[in-house]
């Protein structure tokens, strides 16, 4: 009685690294929320092949020619071809010749899904640059895929900041908390306050509003002004048409011989 009691309590003791099992036995443990795929568990528990997660990937354009200050947007899919979700963590490096806007960040694919994401590169100086997207699927260990860009950078000044369809809104709103650093700054500066550009935003939302509400009240009352100038001729013109009318029927009943006059006139006749 107590040898079973006392073998109880070791298969319970050892219950934690029971569960750890490695299910098609080619020394890689399958994935548990302890022990994830991102932690080294096998990507594919039921393929003694395989174990490393695996992904379809590509971007578009695959490869590209920018000018000087360029900017590009590349979309790129990323495909978790395993049986199980995974955690991945996506970086681009952009290299000596290329300005690279992406900000890393990680995802969580399921098996099967593709995830899209937008790398923004700005062209930065002359030269051939390889642009890498590195997906890393481990914690510790190399990117488990990349994506390669052959991007050149021309020496030609980008001429068309609106001709360039690629131009993201990414860089739209770089471009303008650019705008609204410096108008922070300025405030700064030149007032005896002091003003993120988390306030200037708000500053020139505000002066916005206030513009436009100068604006409408202007219009609005240039239209009353113009209404009003519209106004008399308008109704110049239907007061002569009353008048007219007015004037007509008044003639008319002044000519009517029929109706008599009072009934005076008819007393008189009859008598
Ligand atoms: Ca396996």
Same mark, same amino acid.
Request: aromatic residues 10%.
């Given at each position: ?141 190399? @990117? ?14 980008w001429s068309g900041l609106n001709s360039q369809?690629?131009s ?75 008048? @007219? ?27």
């Amino acid at each position: 009685m107590r040898k079973t009691a006392f073998s109880l309590v070791i298969l319970l003791a050892l219950a934690p690294t029971v569960i750890a099992e490695d299910s098609d036995g080619d020394g890689f443990d399958d994935p548990s929320d302890e022990f994830t795929i991102w932690d080294g568990a096998d990507a594919y528990p039921n393929n003694p092949d395989i174990h490393e997660p695996v992904f379809s990937t590509g971007c578009d354009p695959p490869v590209a020619k920018l000018d000087l200050r360029e900017p590009a947007t590349f979309t790129c899919t990323i495909r978790n071809e395993g049986p199980i979700a995974v955690n991945i963590f996506v970086e681009v490096e952009g290299g000596p010749y290329l300005s690279n806007q992406f900000l890393p960040n990680s995802y969580a694919i399921d098996s099967l899904e593709v995830i899209t994401i937008k790398v923004n590169l700005i062209g930065d100086s002359e030269g051939y640059a390889m642009a890498k997207v590195q997906i890393f699927a481990r914690a510790n260990g190399s @990117a488990s895929d990349m994506i390669e860009l052959p991007i050149e950078v021309t020496n030609e000044e980008w001429s068309g900041l609106n001709s360039q369809g690629d131009s993201s809104s990414t860089l739209d709103i770089s471009f303008f908390s650019t705008i609204l650093d410096e108008i922070a700054s300025w405030l700064s500066g030149n007032t005896p306050w002091e003003f993120s550009n988390m306030n200037a935003g708000l500053l020139v939302l505000l002066m916005g509003f206030a513009l436009v509400t100068i604006i409408r009240r202007k219009r609005a009352r240039s239209t009353w002004r113009r209404n009003m100038q519209h106004r008399p001729i308008e109704d110049g013109r239907s007061e002569a048409r009353f008048d @007219a009318i007015r004037k007509g029927s008044k003639f008319q009943y002044a000519d009517e011989n029929t109706i008599p006059e009072s009934p005076v006139f008819i007393i008189r006749r009859n008598q």
